[in-house]
Structures are given as C-alpha cells and as structure tokens.
C-alpha cells in the first residue's frame, strides 16, 4: 500500500482467495461436461450396459476406493515420518518475483486485470494532485482520551487507548454526523499517543509524496522487495517498512540487517516504539502493504490507473467471496477468525443501526475488503480511515465487517471507484506467512502490558482452566524457560508453573553465556525475576532432572512439562589430540570467567605462550577473543569472576588467531559485535589480504544478505586501516582473522607432555552446494599455528536424559513446534514440550526465545483445546515437594537464591563491580540458606 500526504493504498490478501480459486475451477468443469444428447438410443444403451455389467462396475469401485485410501494413508505417513523438527513452508516461495499480469476474460477475450499505462508513458508520470473541493468535511479535530469527559483507561486494560478515547457510544454515534468540522477520536498517529517514531523518520516520511508501506510487528512476515516499477517511481516514491523491536530481533537473527543507510533493499525501515495496543491486531492497522504480499507494480501507474484516471477518490476492492456484512459475520465464525460473541455483539449494533442486507448498494458490491487507495489524505477521507479504524477497535478487528459498515454509514465520499479482485490480485505477490509467523504473538507481551480485553480463542481456553489449575513444570531457568512461563501465565489463569534448575541460580545463559562486558544485554533478568516473583510461579534451584527426578516423575506430576534446559555441551572435532590439555570448549571458557560452579576451577594456562588460538567464527569465537584481549582494566568493573580478572590480569596472552574454515563473507558473526572488537584501543588487526579477494559466488552471497556484506566491509576496512603499521613491539596485541583453514590435527608439546602446542590446520578452498551455499573443502596443504591455549568455539550442543527422544546428529529433541515427538514413529509426546536451544539447536539471540517460546506456548494452548491437555487430577508442586523431600533433595527456592543474589551484590560494592559472583556449589548453597 502506498500511504503518504497525499496517496494511500492498503492491500490486504483475503483469506477467501482459495475459496474462489475452488469456485472458479467447479464452473469450468461445469462448462466442459459433455452434454450432446442426439439420440434417445443413447440412454437405453447406456441402462443395458449397467444391468448387464453392474456387478463390475461396483467391484471397479470398490477397487477404486482401496487404492485411493491406501494412497492417502500412504501420503499421510510419510508426511509424518518426515523431520519432525522441520517446519516447511514453502507453498509460495515460487510467487516471488513474479511480474506476469492477472487476466480475465471479457466479452471472449482475455484482458489485463490492472490496466497500466504502457512502460513508456510510466516514465513520464507525474504525481497529479487535485484537492478534492466537493468533500462536505473541511475540517477534522482530533480527540484524544484526555478530551473525553469520561476517565481514560490506558492501553492494557482496554481496546481503547489514549488516542482512539474512550469513545462512548454517543461520541460514537456523533462521528457519523457529517458537518464542516467534524471531532472525532482516531487510532492512527497522535501526539498523545500511538507509535513512537524518531525525528528522522518522521522528517524523512515527510520528505515523501508518496509512500508505499509496510509493517511486520511481533517478529511475523519476512521484507518482500518491491518489483516492477518505473524509474520515475524509483525517484519519486518512498517505500517504509514499519517494525517493532522483536521484528528487528527476529530479522537480525535470520541474517536481516537494516544497512547504516536505514534501508534493507528499497525499504527503510523504521523501527517504532510504544506499539499503542497490547493486541497486535490493532497495532498492524497500518494502512499498509499486506506484509505476506510482494508489492510488484508501478506505484504510480497504479495511482493513475484506478484513480486519476478515473477521477475517484477512493479506490477501494470488492470482497472476493462474499456480497453482504452479515453474510461475512458467518463466515469469520465458521473460519474462527473471531469468536462467535464478538461478532453477534457487533453485527447486533450493525442491525439496530439499520445496516441493509442488500447485496448491492447503487449498483456495486455492498461488501468490501478493507483494501483501498486513498488519493489525497483530506477531512474526509481522514473522517472516513478514522471511523473505520474506531470500529476495529470497538468490536472484532475483521475489516470486512467495519469497513463497509463505515463506507455505508458515511455518505460523504461519492467518487469511489470499486475495482474487482482480479485487479487487487494483481497488484502483488501473495506470498503467504513464513513459519515465524505461526510463532509470532498476537500480544505485545514484553511490556509486561497487562491484559488485551479481546476474546481471543486462547483467551476463551483460559477461561475454561480459570477454575482448575493447569500443573506445569519448566525445566531450566534460562531465558527460553522464562520466557515460556511469561507467556503461560498470560495466557492460562489457571496455570500453575514450577521452574526447576539443576543450579542454584536462576537465568541460565544470561548469567553464565552472556560475556561480563556486556551488561546491557543482561537485563532481560528483570523481567525474569518478575516472573519468578509471579502468584503462579514458583522456583527451585539445585534440581536436576536425570538423577534428582525422572522425566517421568515430572510427567507424573504435572500436565504439562517443558524441557528449556539449554545446550551444556559442546560439538567436537574429532580430530587426534583434541583431548589434550590446553584444549578447550569456548563454553568451558565462558563459564570459567563468568564463574560458573561446574567451571570455576578450570585454571587455563594464559602464561606459557603469548597466543592463543580460538576455532570458529561465531559470536562467541568473538567474545572470547575480546575477553582475551580486553584491557584488564576495562573487565575489573564488570561482574567477571574474581579468579578470572587475576588470571586475565597475568596473562602473557598477546596475540590470538580467530580460525575459520571458511571466508570473510561467510564468518558467522554480527557486525554489532564484530565492531566492538575492531574498536578496542591498541589492538592490532591482522587480515591477509588475500583472504579478502572475493569470487562471484561470495559477490551472490553477499547480494543476497546485506548482513554477510557489512561483515565483509568491516573486515576490508579494518585489514586496510592496518596497512603499514609495523609487527609491532613484542607486547602489542594482535587479533589475527585466519580464514580458508580447518583444524586437522592438535599438537603435542615435547617439552610439556600431554599438553598442547599447537593447531595444524588444512587449507581450504570454496566449492558451491546450491542455493548460494558454499562449503569449505580441503586441499591437502597444511601449516601450523604455534600456540599454548585452543578454544573451540563451533558451537553448543544439547545432552539428553532418560526416556526423551532426541535426535543425537543435530543434537535437539525431535519436536513438531514445541510439541516433542518420538523419533522413530513420530508420534507426540502427550504434554511433554520443548523450548530454546533444546528445540531448535544453539543458535540465535536471547530474544530469539521470544518467539519460540510463543511457539511452544502456542502449541501448549492449542492441545489444551483440541487434545484434553491438562485433563485430570495432577499434584503439581505439592507432589514435587513430597517427592524432593523423600528423595532428600535440597531444593533452593526463589528466596534462597535472593539470598545469593544480595551477598554477591554485597560483595560487588566492595570491589566496585556490579556484583562479585559466589563460584562454588558450596558457597552458593551456603549463601542460599544462610540466616537473613
Ligand atoms: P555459530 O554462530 O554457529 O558459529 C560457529 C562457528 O564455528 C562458525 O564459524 C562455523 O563455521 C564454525 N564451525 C562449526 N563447525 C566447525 C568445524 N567442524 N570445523 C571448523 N569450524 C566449525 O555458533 P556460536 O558462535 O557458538 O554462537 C551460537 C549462537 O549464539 C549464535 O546464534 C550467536 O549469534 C549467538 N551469540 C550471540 C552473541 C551476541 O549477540 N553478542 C554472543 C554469543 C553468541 P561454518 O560457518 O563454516 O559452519
């Protein structure tokens, strides 16, 4: 859609669009039934050939039958024994980039849909402004919630916010009366109220005429890149796409970057904050492009074509499927696209407002999508968005119902040209919803921003459990843990949920992975501890499931148990020596300085050489490498262990090789984090500048993902920067980027015997295995990197327990988005889930939980409603109670760990640091149960 001072469009793909292909395809079977009935000699052949051959002819059938169904419960079984932990979704990748028109026959022949101008004359197209002087509406006032007499209730208790107002059905009523100056509430842009936008964007959105938008909140659809339009629109339209701060996360993670431009593509992008409702339905309202749509026509040649030629105002789409609202009202119950008791609330007050069942009004379809093309933004046609979007937030937030209420009910807009849905098809390219997208929430829930009032289908499924609790049992306290149990108590009223953790602290990898000098990313621990703190929530620490309890002790208590427990291991190379001393796993490193009780005492020689190898270029490869090579003095404020700071502080460590078997362009990290480490002061950046040549496969690559090239630019530019600046004194710190190497072997040192001395590494070279990937092969030249200390940084790995599935080459248990399922037969596991780096392996952010927590949540609610999950009496806590106390485990609840939490705290102001981490299991349990 397009949407700027002066044209607007919204193009939403109906959820119809199936139905009428169907429709469409029975009248031409229709159409082509033989029907040549010359003879009457015909028939009564026909009836003697079925007396005579009856008999076959239900055998035939029979036959028939058994075939079909044995074809289908074959399909359906390997449709099953599929990857489970896959989620496909490829239906509509081929509609990408599709340029060819949408056609319909007419009078006998086959036309164009959306008639364009020819390419030619789009260049030559000017934006055509005629101020709309016959609108009865010459000025809007806006209300806000603080003008309403009534008291305003904010976002979070309501539908209605600050800047729709608490509308009263009287205000309501009064909107529709047209006059020279009309108040009115409005959902869109206030300054009181609504998104939070940044004063460039706004002065770079001003700077438009015409602007075809976008929006993706919640971490939902992926950026489509526009096609097929005119230079002169390339000059003269801006495109924006609007994402909140999950989208961004969820788009960082899959490579996604907005470039230092602002732009991914053609898109700007920009980032609001204050989404004004909790119910992302509403937020979404944007007049916009349908995120799962590729827009691919000329934005102005569209504007000419449906509306200056034609001299409309508006140019709004019929509705595919059906002609009348309350015939919509059934179908948006049937298709549980709103539950049955809002709509009734709403098309009652349709009724009463005297809304006719005509299927036409003045001879046009009297039902429409909410797909329209605003010519020019004036008094009325700003009237006419704002009173619409007052019914969405009213009543359900199907457009189909209030935009043609609205288009009906205010007679003020005369010239309006209702195109048919072959021309809407054609102007983009649906592209459907992207797994994400099933995982995204319909909720703004990191604000911690109470309740949305909508009677959602899982709203309704709390309501059934408010009465009996739903027993649940979350294993493992990092962020997928509480993230899942955030989410549950929004979602279940009834939920009970206990949070188990083989440590005696809360957090998991938020206090043990995220590296000390990143303190930012740390306080997700405030939203976690509100949740610890919740009625419903309960924690106990110095649990481990496998030997402290079984897994089916836990399913035996509780309805519903979710394994959040992380990635504790690491991959291995399999390569000799690996074993050696000197040998590490970065996780081991990483929980060494970040005082980990299983790690504390790990005592990595940083003295015997002046270098250190680190294998792998990942984000951790990165903070490792930066903890290495850090000033000490820079650590000493952070909550790094004490034992670390003193070990770092002796370090001889001066030079480190970061190891990759691949490319710059295919280095695993992130330029947030890459950047960081170029900026540390007096550290020497050493690039081979051969390794910086790049071949048409990394050009695609780099094409293909802006990520990949800024990782590239960042690297060319550092190796640049330190052109010519000698080795360097003996004691200068140098961080070497290594790349097209793979380890081959780890060597042994003569003098040390059993420790390590060194990494021989294999060069590689690039071959291509499709889709844009490449893989890094070796050529049989060798050479060595002399060295004291090896971190291994390829990545994590999840550990099984007793009895749980788990798939041991990817190192995740076997899940159908969240819900495990038994490798073998691929059957679920009736309330047992998963959730983070156990789901999905060790990639992604913190914030990637999110969303994979609302997958899982997602799927939880879901069997709760279809498959009797949370059926029957469980004991929940109080049978986990009985069963620790037998067992004599010493649990530490949310209190004890408190208790740890104020002495470390305690002990950091001492030494001027956040907190001084206690590191043995002894001192933590001590602390946890000292007398307060
Ligand atoms: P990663 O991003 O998957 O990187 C692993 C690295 O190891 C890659 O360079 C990979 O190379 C290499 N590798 C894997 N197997 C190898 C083998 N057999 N031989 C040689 N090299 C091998 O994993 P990670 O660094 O452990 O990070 C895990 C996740 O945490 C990532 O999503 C990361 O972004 C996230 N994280 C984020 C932050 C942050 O945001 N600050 C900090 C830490 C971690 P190939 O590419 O060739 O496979």
Redesign the pocket.
Same mark, same amino acid.
């Given at each position: 859609m397009f949407s700027s001072t002066n044209n607007s469009v919204s193009i939403s793909v109906s959820d119809e669009e199936s139905n009428e292909n169907r429709i469409r395809a029975r009248t031409r079977r229709k159409r082509k039934k033989p029907g040549h009935r010359t003879t009457f000699e015909l028939p009564r052949y026909f009836l003697r050939i079925f007396l005579r051959y009856w008999i076959v002819l239900v055998f035939l059938l029979a036959v028939g039958l058994l075939l079909f169904e044995s074809t289908r419960i074959i399909t359906k079984s390997a449709k099953l024994k599929r990857s489970p932990d896959s989620i496909p979704n490829k239906k509509n990748e081929g509609n990408l980039n599709r340029l060819d028109p949408t056609t319909k026959v007419i009078g006998g022949v086959r036309q164009r849909c959306l008639k364009l101008l020819p390419p030619e004359e789009l260049e030559h197209l000017d934006i055509l402004e005629r101020k709309d002087s016959s609108s009865p509406v010459k000025k809007l006032v806006y209300l806000t919630g603080t003008d309403s007499s009534s008291p305003v209730r904010v976002n979070g208790t309501t539908r209605f916010n600050l800047f729709t107002g608490n509308q009263t059905f009287t205000e309501r009523e009064n909107s529709f009366q047209v006059s020279e100056t009309v108040s009115v509430h409005c959902g869109f842009f206030n300054e009181n109220g609504g998104f939070r936008i940044k004063d460039e964007d706004k002065k770079f959105m001003q700077s438009c005429r015409v602007v075809v938008s976008t929006c993706a909140f919640g971490g939902g659809d992926n950026l489509y890149q526009p096609i097929g339009m005119s230079k002169a629109s390339t000059q003269k339209v801006c495109y924006v796409a609007f994402w909140d701060d999950v989208t961004l996360a969820a788009q960082e993670a899959e490579d996604q970057r907005i470039g230092e431009n602002g732009y991914i593509g053609k898109w700007r992008i920009v980032v609001v904050k204050d989404l004004p409702f909790v119910d992302q339905r509403l937020n979404g309202k944007i007049p916009k492009v349908d995120s799962k749509s590729q827009f691919r026509r000329d934005p102005l040649g569209v504007l000419d074509a449906l509306l200056w030629r034609t001299n409309s105002v508006l140019a709004i789409s019929e509705h595919g499927a059906r002609s009348s609202v309350y015939d919509e009202a059934k179908a948006v119950v049937k298709k549980h696209k709103a539950t049955p008791e809002e709509v009734e609330v709403q098309i009652n007050q349709y009724r009463h407002d005297k809304l006719p069942e005509d299927k036409r009004f003045n001879g046009k379809k009297a039902l429409c999508e909410a797909s329209v093309i605003v010519r020019e933004h004036t008094p009325s046609t700003n009237l006419f968005m704002c009173l619409w979007f007052n019914e969405v937030v009213r009543y359900t937030s199907r457009d189909q119902l209030s935009f043609p209420y609205v288009f009906w009910r205010l007679k003020v807009l005369k010239k309006v040209n209702m195109f048919p849905v072959c021309t809407r098809k054609d102007l983009v390219n649906s592209m459907g919803h992207p797994p994400r997208y099933e995982r995204r929430s319909k909720f703004v829930t990191e604000s911690g921003g109470g309740k949305s009032k909508s009677l959602t289908a899982r709203r309704l499924v709390t309501r059934c459990f408010s009465s009996r609790p739903l027993h649940v049992c979350i294993v493992g306290s990092g962020p997928a843990g509480f993230y899942t149990a955030d989410k549950l108590l929004k979602a279940h009223e009834g939920a009970r949920i206990d949070i188990i953790d083989r440590l005696p602290t809360p957090y998991g990898l938020v206090r043990s992975g995220v590296a000390p000098d990143?303190p930012e990313t740390k306080i997700a621990i405030n939203q976690f501890s509100r949740v610890a703190q919740h009625e419903r929530c309960a924690f106990y620490g110095n649990v481990k499931l496998g030997s402290d309890l079984s897994l089916s002790e836990l399913r035996d208590l509780y309805h519903v148990v979710v394994l959040a427990y992380g990635a504790e291991s690491d991959?291995n /190379?399999g390569i000799p020596g690996e074993s050696l001393g000197g040998v590490f796993s970065a996780r081991e490193f990483v929980w060494w300085y970040n005082g980990h009780p299983d790690y504390s005492s790990l005592k990595p020689d940083l003295q015997s050489s002046d270098t250190a190898v680190i /294998?792998? #270029?990942?984000?951790?490869?990165l903070?490792v490498a930066r903890i290495l090579l850090r000033p000490t003095t820079e650590l000493a404020s952070t909550d790094i262990a004490t034992h670390a700071l003193s070990a770092l502080e002796e370090s001889s460590i001066r030079k480190v090789y970061l190891v990759?078997?691949?490319g710059p362009v #295919?280095?695993?990290l992130?330029a947030k984090?890459l950047r960081e480490i170029l900026g540390i002061k007096n550290l020497h950046i050493r690039i081979k500048e051969t390794d910086l040549s790049v071949t048409p496969a990394d050009e695609e690559e780099m094409k293909s993902s802006r990520a990949r090239k800024r990782i590239y630019e960042l690297l060319s530019k550092a190796a640049a920067a330190e052109k010519g600046t000698s080795e360097g004194d003996c004691g200068q710190r140098e961080l070497h980027f290594v790349f097209f190497r #793979?380890?081959e072997r780890f060597l042994e040192s003569d003098e040390s015997k059993g420790h390590v001395s060194g990494v021989n590494l294999e060069k590689t070279i690039l071959e291509s295995v499709g889709s844009g990937k490449q893989i890094?092969v070796g050529t049989g030249e060798f050479e060595d990197i002399n060295c004291s200390m090896v971190l291994k940084? =390829?990545?994590?790995k999840s550990v099984p327990v007793n009895g749980l599935p788990f798939h041991h080459k990817k190192g995740i248990v076997p899940n159908v988005r969240g819900r495990v399922v038994s490798g073998d037969i691929s059957e679920t596991e009736p309330g047992l889930y998963v959730c983070g780096w156990l789901k999905r392996g060790?990639?992604? =952010?913190i914030a990637t939980n999110l969303y994979c927590a609302e997958e899982t949540v997602g799927s939880i609610s879901q069997d709760i409603e279809e498959e009797g999950v949370g059926k029957g009496e469980k004991e929940g806590s109080k049978g986990l109670m009985q069963l620790l106390e037998k067992k004599e485990v010493k649990k530490i609840d949310f209190s004890g760990w408190e208790k740890i939490d104020a002495k470390e705290k305690q002990m950091g102001i001492d030494r001027n640091k956040p907190r001084e981490k206690l590191v043995t299991w002894e001192d933590l349990l001590a602390a946890a149960s000292a007398d307060s």
């Open positions: 990143h991959k /190379l /294998l792998g #270029q990942g984000n951790v490869a903070d990759g078997r691949r #295919q280095a695993a992130t984090e #793979q380890p890094a940084a =390829i990545g994590y060790p990639v992604g =952010i």
